[in-house]
């Protein structure tokens, strides 16, 4: 669903946006495995879609030079990171999709995080879905990089973050 405007994507003024109040954010933690995770994802209603920002610290490091980590980042259509042992978020459920789209077009489906020395910050905007839609849903991070291919979840492994989202405010960074 298309939930952008006439407008030209050039005419987004991003520096402004970014020092106003978001709309939603989500506090992430990291498993029990990964208790050092943590970080926060915020989400700004434009014209134009949602802007997207993420600041992630405590990723699990790759050996360098060409080993730093990508992981999977998603929406879940689920409103609780609880789980159990053996799925620590299980209740996150699957990939936010409300119209049923084919995997990697789920309206769920966000750009992978790069890792840089256990640190990761993406910034994007999508007209996928609006921040109203996704209030209450939770942001997952995955272990290893979405495929893209791989249905329904491209392949992305274990959910090692989660997040709910909720209505806030604060700026990013």
């Not at 006439?6 to 946006?17: A, C, G, M, N, V």
């Not at 014209?47 to 929406?75: K, M, N, S, T």
Request: overall charge negative; glycine content about 16%; some cysteine.
């Amino acid at each position: 669903m298309n939930r952008s405007s006439s407008r030209s994507p050039s005419e987004l003024r991003l520096l402004p946006i970014l020092r106003g109040r978001p709309q939603a954010a989500a506090a992430v933690t990291g498993s029990g495995d990964y208790p050092g995770l943590s970080g926060t994802v915020r989400f700004f209603q434009t014209d134009q879609g949602v802007v997207v920002c993420a600041e992630i610290r405590g990723l699990p490091r790759g050996e360098l030079p060409c080993g730093e980590r990508i992981f999977g980042f998603h929406i879940h259509s689920g409103n609780s990171c609880g789980g159990s042992p053996e799925d620590p978020f299980a209740d996150a459920m699957s990939h936010y999709d409300p119209d049923g789209c084919e995997h990697p077009r789920h309206a769920g489906d966000l750009p992978p995080l790069f890792g840089n020395d256990g640190y990761a910050l993406s910034l994007f905007l999508t007209n996928r879905f609006s921040v109203e839609e996704v209030t209450g849903r939770v942001v997952v991070i995955h272990g290893h990089p979405d495929d893209l291919t791989t249905g329904p979840s491209g392949n992305s492994g274990e959910k090692i973050a989660c997040g709910v989202i909720r209505r806030t405010g604060g700026a990013c960074g």
